[in-house]
């Protein structure tokens, strides 16, 4: 990166030099450069493992001067940063990836939770809800100030983060993966929001995976790879800078296309069709969340799943999957042809049916097991003597096998999960329940959070099973990545089925007219208005 003339300094306001981050036996960072312009916004991409969030936490105070080599000048000035604390004081402020809020607290109460408002060492509550709903109206919020986190959905839960970080009188924000759980709807209303703060002379880092997003709302990039600074590009300079350039930075080569080939195929028998399902929610009883839904997949096919956040997406698949959501649950699921009742978890996985959650690090793994104990946790029976007894041998045979099969990088299968890099997490998920030879996959989120090349390894991956016969279903809320790997496509809104489109009719626009919709449909794939 080119040194910067005095003028240009002037205009800086945040300079990172030669940082260095090291932990046992892994140099995290290594001589990264970063220059931040007063005003902009800064985007900060690179794969999973390249060091975006240490580098931030580097910035923010969570890894304390002296844990690193380096330098960082904060408005011109050498800053040394011994804790959050320091950084907030200095106006640096950061939203992490995953929300912190506390759920029984007020939305109040947890804008000013360790920046208290008030009075002779008394918090002054008037105070406290007069400003709390000033900031919740700032970011777009008409919540009272009396509601709890629990009550809203993750959309605004990120803007209520937003908030607490505006409390802190903000002069450099740094959102890592804010739009990561969020629907469309929600992540172009967060980004009008950083549009306004730039307008307002916030300096915004914004880290995200999702280069469309990237390239709409960033003034420049930088580019980490492997620990190093790669390139900062200016997205508004003369030169065009193409999703695919930050691709080639981030992963060191370029994809010609960023799904995988399939070749055209004809799809198998039927082998899981869900006829009139519906789901009421397990406290609010009389409301359906899932309403009368209907669908198939066949051997071989890749079936996608749209909606905005709250159709009822996850909640129909979790409770297909032996009902381990919901109650008052109704409707037919058969399996190839044969009408099957899944009352547990156990029920469904013997039918054949796997369910790979959009947690991964709440209900998808042990984060503090090995690779070898997770990817066998679902299949216990398959590694274990006639006594119940596991063996440790076959254990670490199965998850080697996995680890070369499906790339996971770890030095071995007993490294730590909780260890690895977002999409190695996912891998392993997918071993663990690929581990228990399924028929029918339910994917839910399987690229939430990951980088691009891991998400090209996964759909990689996801074509393989399709093409050895299973059925899949793919849930997610990324629709070029739906239109990208399936041969079909459902939208739900409100719980129901709104429309079947073919691979070859699927646009993004007709797909979110149909998330859009309420009257639901039954048959063939849609042609034209449903």
């Not at 198998?268 to 009389?286: C, F, K, Q």
């Not at 709250?310 to 009902?323: D, N």
Request: aromatic share 4%; proline share 3%.
């Amino acid at each position: 990166m080119p040194s910067s003339t005095h003028a240009d300094r002037e205009d800086l306001i945040l300079e990172m030099v030669d940082i260095t981050k090291t932990f046992p036996g892994v140099i995290a960072l290594e001589d990264v450069r970063l220059q931040v312009r007063r005003g902009e916004i800064h985007a900060i991409c690179g794969e999973n493992g390249a060091g975006k969030s240490t580098l931030m936490k580097i910035l923010s105070g969570v890894y304390p001067h002296g844990s690193y080599d380096g330098t960082i000048r904060l408005n011109g000035s050498e800053v040394e940063f011994r804790g959050t604390k320091d950084s907030e004081e200095a106006g640096v402020v950061i939203i992490h990836q995953e929300l912190a809020l506390v759920p029984r607290l007020t939305l109040a109460e947890n804008i000013f939770l360790g920046n208290e408002r008030s009075k002779r060492g008394i918090i002054d509550w008037h105070a406290t809800r007069a400003e709390a709903a000033k900031l919740l109206t700032d970011v777009g919020l008409s919540e009272s100030p009396d509601t709890f986190p629990v009550d809203i959905g993750v959309g605004k839960q990120q803007l209520v983060e937003i908030a607490k970080a505006l409390s802190k009188k903000v002069d450099l924000l740094i959102l890592d993966e804010p739009t990561a759980a969020l629907n469309e709807e929600d992540s172009e209303h967060l980004l009008d929001l950083l549009r306004l703060f730039r307008s307002q002379g916030i300096t915004c880092i914004y880290i995200s995976h999702k280069l469309s997003e990237v390239a709409a709302i960033s003034d420049r990039v930088t580019v980490l790879r492997d620990g190093r600074t790669i390139e900062t590009l200016d997205l508004h300079g003369p030169e065009p800078v193409t999703e695919d350039r930050i691709i080639h930075g981030m992963v060191g080569r370029s994809l010609e296309q960023l799904f995988p080939d399939r070749e055209k195929h004809e799809p198998g028998t039927e082998a899981l069709r869900i006829e009139h399902w519906t789901v009421h929610h397990p406290i609010d009883t009389s409301r359906k969340v899932v309403d009368d839904a209907s669908l198939t997949v066949r051997h071989g096919e890749i079936v996608g799943l749209a909606g905005l956040m709250g159709a009822g997406r996850t909640e129909l698949a979790m409770s297909v999957f032996g009902r381990s959501w919901g109650t008052g649950i109704s409707g037919k699921v058969f399996r190839d042809g044969e009408q099957v009742n899944l009352r547990t978890v156990r029920d469904a996985i013997d039918q054949g049916l796997a369910y790979t959650t959009e947690d991964r690090k709440s209900l998808g793994l042990n984060l503090i097991q090995t690779i070898r104990e997770n990817v066998s946790a679902a299949a216990l029976g398959k590694v274990s003597n006639a006594f119940g007894i596991v063996r440790a041998g076959a254990e670490e045979q199965v998850a080697e096998r996995y680890r070369k099969d499906f790339r996971i990088k770890a030095p071995s299968v007993e490294s730590v999960v909780g260890k690895l890099s977002g999409g190695n997490q996912q891998k392993v998920v997918l071993s663990k329940w690929v581990n228990t030879e399924p028929e029918i996959l339910i994917l839910d989120e399987p690229t939430r959070g990951i980088d691009v090349g891991a998400k090209y390894e996964i759909y990689t991956i996801i074509n393989s099973l399709a093409d050895a016969g299973k059925a899949v279903l793919v849930i997610s809320s990324e629709l070029p990545e739906l239109l990208g790997i399936c041969d079909r496509i459902y939208a739900m809104s409100q719980g129901r089925i709104t429309g079947e489109v073919s691979r070859e009719d699927a646009t993004q626009e007709e797909l979110m007219r149909y998330m859009t919709k309420e009257r639901v449909v039954v048959g063939g794939p849609a042609k034209g208005d449903l």
